[in-house]
């Protein structure tokens, strides 16, 4: 969930989502779109962060033609690079641009040598992306499912969490299990009382909410 009254545009989850997964250069998974809406004087910045909103109903996992993605049992969508051919047919598929095609590297990565961070990503992210495959989001499995095999609180403790939620400076992304009513991220939507899904009308059953007042 994403409670767009408090995102503030620093873009903290789009450089800390990079640093985590260490995507190539070109390929970003937690973008933030910053637009300018109203006329001089009464302008204001609307920020709209993105990512894939792992669907129930995901276009993506049907359309691509090896069954390179599925949906776990917790509803992450998931991607195995072995089986992509390349077809781009899941890029084209999701409504939400959140599928990225990777061609090769394309030059010097944005933070170095990212062999060295010292992230969760040492227990589990990607290190290398082959070339010719699809990437996209996956809510930091690794975190996740390594934090939960330690007796960690998915969405409570730091390494239980993605890593663009437990960096917003704003608290304005929350995750946990929307089907536990005793969850953070239950408990948060029934104190504020209304969300949003990113276009309704392409009916994928988005899993990523968010709060708009």
Request: glycine share 8%.
């Amino acid at each position: 969930m994403i409670d767009l009254t408090k995102c503030v545009g620093c873009d903290a989850c789009t450089v800390a989502c990079k640093l985590e997964n260490r995507t190539p250069g070109d390929i970003w998974y937690a973008p933030v779109v910053h637009e300018e809406e109203g006329t001089y004087p009464n302008a204001r910045m609307v920020f709209l962060p993105m990512l894939c909103m792992h669907c129930e109903d995901a276009p993506c996992a049907k359309a691509c033609p090896t069954l390179a993605l599925k949906r776990r049992p917790d509803g992450i969508i998931m991607y195995e690079e072995e089986k992509c051919c390349g077809s781009r047919a899941c890029v084209t598929a999701c409504p939400y641009d959140a599928a990225h095609f990777f061609e090769g590297e394309t030059g010097e990565s944005l933070f170095g040598d990212e062999r060295t961070l010292p992230t969760v990503a040492d227990r589990g992210a990607r290190e290398k992306y082959s070339a010719g495959t699809v990437q996209k989001c996956t809510f930091c499995a690794h975190r996740v499912d390594s934090g939960a095999s330690n007796g960690l609180r998915v969405g409570i403790d730091r390494e239980a969490t993605p890593a663009c939620v437990v960096t917003c400076p704003a608290e304005c992304r929350i995750f946990g299990d929307l089907d536990d009513p005793k969850s953070n991220v239950s408990r948060y939507l029934g104190e504020r009382g209304k969300s949003e899904v990113l276009r309704p009308a392409v009916k994928t059953n988005p899993k990523v909410l968010y709060v708009v007042d």
